[in-house]
Structures are given as structure tokens and as C-alpha cells.
């Protein structure tokens, strides 16, 4: 399968601790998205990376989360000193950018995140 | 601010029987709308997307949707449910020059009752 991976797909951590997802996107995809979502609730835009370049970051985005692609292939979210609050399914999402500028995304399967 | 709403939680229909499932947007500008299923561990896919032309849509699993400029709406139908069609389905609107990121609505949770 040559979807986007996305690893852990379970993580369950005590607060104040730091925790690190990876995602692998469709290796040809030159765009990845970082997304949150509670339960609920759709997901929500955190990030976006193009290459290696993050070109946009939302508010939602405090200054305890950091994202990373640092060869423009797979990224790495990292949250620290995680609150409670931080318990929800983080998405990866990746996309080919080739001149259209409607492009799809295409999903991971998420990683479920719980700050006991 | 640019915002999508599905107005329904949840729908019940009965295997055969047609669905629809709505939703709402605003936007500034021209939108390109989206819609997604989520099925149980496993990633969104894309079920079908509006960029521009003809207003009514068709995409995979016999779903299609049409456009409506004029009540901003973008409802999901589909003439004969499955059971298999069970899932969180979510609406999408991307709006250039607002930056690159999609906004979603909540997502409606549809039941294919045999």
C-alpha cells in the first residue's frame, strides 16, 4: 500500500511529558498537512508544509507544538509538555501540487492521542 | 472568516431509500468544495469535489453532489443507500488567496439501516 503511514497510531502519555508523531506521505506528494481533530468535530488546519518549506501555520498552532520536514519527505509533529486539552486525532495529509491548484488530499489513518 | 456547516448530527435511512446529506458554506470568493467519508481506523478519502463547471458533481460510490451558488450549498446524494455507505461524512470548502488550508464542517454521521 503507498499511502500516506502514519506512526504511532496510538499514544497515551501522562502530562507535561513531550510526544513526537511521524507521518510518511505518498512519496511523490510535494505538500503535507498537519490537521487536529476532537471528537465530534471536523478536523481542523494546523500546518502545511511544501517540500521542505512551512508555509502556513494556524493559530491553533501554540508555541508548544512544532512541525518539521526536513528533507521534504516525511514530517514530524511534535507537541511538549502536552496538556490534556492536546487529547485528540492528529491527521496527516499529503498532496501533489503540479500546476492545478485544486488539489486533493489524501489522508493518513491518524494518530489517537490521549494526555492522562 | 470562511466556515461550513452541516446542519444534521446525524442521518438514518433505510437501505434502498435515497440519502442526502447537507451543507452549508461561507466563503469570500469562488470556493472549491469537497466531500470526504471517514470510515472507522481509517484515513478520510475524497468522495468528490465542485472546482468549477457544470454544477452537479459525481464521484466515487455513486455519490454526487450539486452546487448551488445561490443558496450556498453543496448536499451529498446518493439514489439508493447501502449499508456499506455507514460512515462520518464531512463537507470542505478551500478558498484561494485565504491561504491553503481546507475548513471543514463537523461532519455528519450517517446509519444505512437494513
Known amino acids: 500500500d503507498t499511502g500516506v503511514s502514519q506512526d504511532p497510531r496510538h499514544k497515551i502519555t501522562k502530562r507535561g511529558q513531550n510526544v513526537t508523531f511521524r507521518c510518511d506521505p505518498i512519496?511523490?506528494?510535494?505538500?503535507l498537512y498537519w490537521y487536529r481533530q476532537t471528537l465530534g468535530q471536523g478536523p481542523e488546519f494546523l500546518t502545511y508544509?511544501?517540500?521542505?518549506?512551512?508555509?502556513?501555520k494556524s493559530r491553533l498552532l501554540s508555541d508548544r507544538f512544532s512541525a518539521e520536514r526536513p528533507k521534504g519527505s516525511f514530517s514530524t509533529l511534535e507537541i511538549q509538555r502536552t496538556e490534556q486539552g492536546d487529547s485528540a486525532m492528529y491527521l496527516c495529509?499529503?498532496?501533489?501540487?503540479?500546476?492545478?491548484?485544486?488539489?486533493?488530499?489524501?489522508f493518513g489513518p491518524g494518530t489517537r492521542l490521549l494526555v492522562l | 472568516a470562511q466556515s461550513v456547516a452541516q446542519p444534521e448530527d446525524q442521518v438514518n435511512v433505510a437501505e434502498g431509500n435515497p440519502l442526502t446529506v447537507k451543507c452549508t458554506y461561507s466563503?469570500?470568493?469562488?470556493?472549491?468544495l469537497f466531500w470526504y467519508v471517514q470510515y472507522p481506523n481509517r484515513g478520510l478519502q475524497c468522495l468528490l469535489k465542485?472546482?468549477?463547471?457544470?454544477?452537479l458533481v459525481k464521484g466515487s460510490y455513486g455519490c454526487e453532489a450539486e452546487f448551488n451558488k445561490s443558496q450556498t450549498s453543496f448536499h451529498l446524494k446518493k439514489p439508493s443507500a447501502l449499508v456499506s455507505d455507514s460512515a462520518l461524512y464531512f463537507c470542505?470548502?478551500?478558498?484561494?488567496?485565504?491561504?491553503?488550508?481546507?475548513?471543514f464542517g463537523p461532519g455528519t454521521r450517517l446509519s444505512v439501516l437494513p
Open positions: 495529509a499529503s498532496s501533489l501540487l503540479g500546476g492545478q491548484l485544486e488539489e486533493t488530499q489524501y
Open positions: 512519496s511523490e506528494h510535494n505538500r
Open positions: 508544509f511544501q517540500n521542505e518549506a512551512q508555509l502556513e
Open positions: 466563503v469570500s470568493g469562488n470556493p472549491y
Open positions: 465542485y472546482i468549477t463547471g457544470d454544477n
Open positions: 470542505a470548502v478551500r478558498v484561494l488567496h485565504y491561504g491553503q488550508n481546507f475548513v
